[in-house]
């Protein structure tokens, strides 16, 4: 495969990873591979700055070698000078820097399906709702966090969200590692409720793209209940979230040889279809 390393700003941890399938290696049709569209590769690790985008390598090279072209995203963390805005900031900006490379490698940016595990999937779920995001009642968050236009802004067409945080309100609630939350927002809920309320996907439903909220059976990192409430809530307004159980544990979603993630590469092979 081919790797293009490309940096969307000027913190060291703003940059993507794009990984391009081989011509006739296969297990695609050569180069009409790059028809069906991107899929961007978001890490989780509770949005805390040990952890980084070599736990999405493997997942960029095994789509890369499916025939799928990959962008394995870094972004600024918790810890790193990410947290409440520059998180999500790099979120959007690294999606969007799709356009700005897309004639280097003749990328068709039609369909962009975002692949998340764990806070990798609450950021996913949460650029799919950009849009809705000016509308949701919280203008003092939306000014705090810098974007581009929106006329040049990439959209996400699908998400497979990997035993996404995909209720923030509950994560935060249940103390999920050890207070993950409150860290990645700069402070707790009583204090901030407006930037919760801005980070939180359940806040922008009902979304107009699918999302697969993929959760392992074993997970002890991420409670199950994370991805029911969110596919119940979009059930109700009407959104199109489904929730599929896959064997395996936390970590199994993104161990390229489980079951658990080839279900994964199988939901962003039929998004991008």
């Known amino acids: 495969m081919l790797r293009h390393k490309y940096s969307y700003g000027e913190h060291p941890s703003q940059w993507g990873e794009l990984f391009i399938p081989e011509p006739n290696n296969g297990n695609h049709r050569g180069a009409s591979a790059l028809k069906a569209g991107v899929a961007v590769v978001i890490h989780g690790g509770y949005w805390r700055s040990q952890y980084g985008a070599e736990l999405g390598e493997p997942l960029a090279r095994d789509l890369a070698a499916h025939g799928i072209t990959a962008w ?3 972004y600024r963390r918790a810890g790193n000078g990410g947290g409440w805005p520059h998180t999500f900031e790099d979120i ?4 969007d820097h799709l356009a700005a490379i897309a004639d280097n490698h003749d990328l068709k940016l039609g369909k962009v399906v975002a692949l998340g595990h764990s806070a990798g999937g ?4 949460w650029a799919a ?3 809705r995001l000016s509308s949701i009642g919280t203008p003092d968050a939306d000014r705090q966090l810098v974007r581009g236009p929106e006329e040049n802004a990439v959209h996400l067409t699908g998400v497979v969200s990997q035993s996404g945080l995909l209720n ?3 994560a935060e609630r249940l103390n999920l590692s050890n207070g993950a939350v409150c860290n990645l927002m700069g402070g707790d809920s009583a204090r901030y409720p407006k930037r919760h309320k801005y ?8 979304l107009d793209v699918p999302v697969f909220a993929v959760h392992a059976t074993e997970d002890e990192d991420v409670p199950a209940s994370q991805s029911e409430a969110y ?3 979009s059930t109700a307004s009407g959104g199109a979230a489904q929730l599929l159980r896959v064997p395996g544990d936390h970590f199994d979603l993104i161990d390229p040889k489980a079951v658990a993630y080839k279900k994964c590469r199988e939901l962003v092979q039929r998004l991008l279809s």
């Open 199 to 206: 980070a939180d996907p359940m806040t922008s439903l009902p």
């Open 231 to 233: 596919v119940a809530a």
């Open 92 to 95: 959007l900006a690294g999606i």
């Open 129 to 131: 709702g950009r849009q």
């Open 168 to 170: 923030l309100a509950a």
């Open 72 to 74: 394995n995203l870094e």
């Open 122 to 125: 609450h950021l996913a779920v």
